[in-house]
Each structure stands twice: as C-alpha cells, then as structure tokens.
C-alpha cells in the first residue's frame, strides 16, 4: 500500500518523517509516497481550499493509493467537536482524517519514558488528552523540572524524536486514544491490500 500523508504544521511532520515511524510503516508494508505535505495551518485543510485539492492531486499523481490527514482537534473532545472538525476537511476517495486530541503535543505527554529523560526525573501524565494547551503545558512542565521553557515547538519536536519518542509508545498510553486511533486507521489501510 502506498500513501501520502498531509499535515497542519511543522510539529506533526517533524514526528512522521522520523526514523522511528518510517519504521513503522514499513513494517506494516505500507509505503509513503514523496514527503509528509505541511500545509501550513488547519485554514489549508478545509473544503473550499484549494491547495488542499492541489496537494491531493500531487499525492495521487506520485501513486498514493490512500491519503491520511492528521491534524489537531485544537477543543475539548466531543463527539460532536471531532464531527465537526473531519466534515471541515476537504475529502476525496480512499482519504482518512485523524485528529490529535487536544494537539499532538498531547502525545508527547503520554510518552512517560522520552519526558522522563527530557525532564531528569520519573514523569508520569495520567490524562494528556484532556489537558488544554497541551503545547503550553509542556513549556510549563519543562520550566518546573530544568528551568527552561520551550520558546521552539519545532526544537522541542526534534529533541522529542532525538530522545525516543515514538507513536506507538504514546498510544500505550491508556488515556490517549488518538494516536491509538491513528496507528488502527494505518492497520486498516495497510490490510486493505492484504
């Protein structure tokens, strides 16, 4: 199976272009198609976007047999808000839409053992997807145990991935459903082929 995957922004991108998901992917077989597309922000993902329709087409015209989104949900998680979110993106056939429950940096949160080492000390987070501002959250933490913030979402990304982090680790994590979701909905695409 080949995909293409597009994303709102640098952070998200930073942790699918790691070693570690590549990993992942081939060992579900899957195949990523040219690099993860940054939109640039959540505007560039709507239906009346049409960068988005450009980069859907790029995708597809590069062989992506599916293409997978993921995107923050950036609000409190309801069924109606997670509704509402994936009816805004633009969709097309073979197209699957993942939101990050509150932000991706939740899933950061949920990886005990990367913060851990991040944070010099035994870090354990028992609901990372229902802290708001998770993002924030982080910089707060990261103040409190080595007396830096994070002024760079980016660095923070990097030093996230260059420390451990993985996907499939945060979706261990019993109160993280959306990245668990996020790898099932790569299972599924990978055994459509099988």
């Known amino acids: 199976m080949r995909i293409g995957i597009i994303v709102e922004g640098d952070c998200e991108r930073i942790v699918l272009k790691s070693i570690a998901f590549r990993n992942y992917l081939a060992l579900k077989?899957?195949?990523?198609?040219?690099?993860?597309?940054?939109?640039?922000?959540?505007?560039?993902l709507t239906q009346s976007s049409k960068r988005m329709l450009s980069q859907v087409q790029t995708l597809r015209d590069l062989g992506a047999d599916h293409i997978v989104v993921?995107?923050?949900?950036?609000?409190?998680?309801?069924?109606e808000s997670v509704a509402r979110i994936k009816a805004e993106i633009q969709r097309a056939d073979n197209m699957s839409v993942c939101l990050a429950i509150q932000e991706l940096e939740a899933w950061f949160l949920a990886?005990?053992?990367?913060?851990?080492?991040l944070f010099n000390t035994a870090?354990?987070?028992?609901?990372p997807q229902i802290i708001n501002k998770p993002a924030i959250h982080l910089s707060e933490l990261r103040?409190?145990?080595?007396?830096?913030?994070?002024s760079d979402k980016k660095g923070f990304a990097?030093?996230?991935i260059n420390n451990g982090f993985t996907i499939e680790r945060a979706a261990v994590h019993p109160?993280?459903?959306?990245?668990?979701?996020?790898?099932?909905t790569l299972q599924t695409i990978a055994s459509a082929t099988i």
């Open 70 to 79: 993921l995107r923050d949900l950036d609000e409190p998680e309801s069924l």
């Open 29 to 44: 077989k899957i195949e990523l198609v040219d690099d993860i597309i940054n939109m640039g922000g959540k505007g560039n």
């Open 143 to 150: 103040m409190t145990y080595i007396q830096r913030g994070i």
């Open 123 to 127: 870090f354990y987070c028992e609901k």
């Open 111 to 117: 990886d005990s053992a990367t913060l851990s080492i």
């Open 175 to 184: 109160n993280c459903p959306s990245a668990r979701y996020f790898l099932s």
């Open 158 to 160: 990097s030093a996230m």
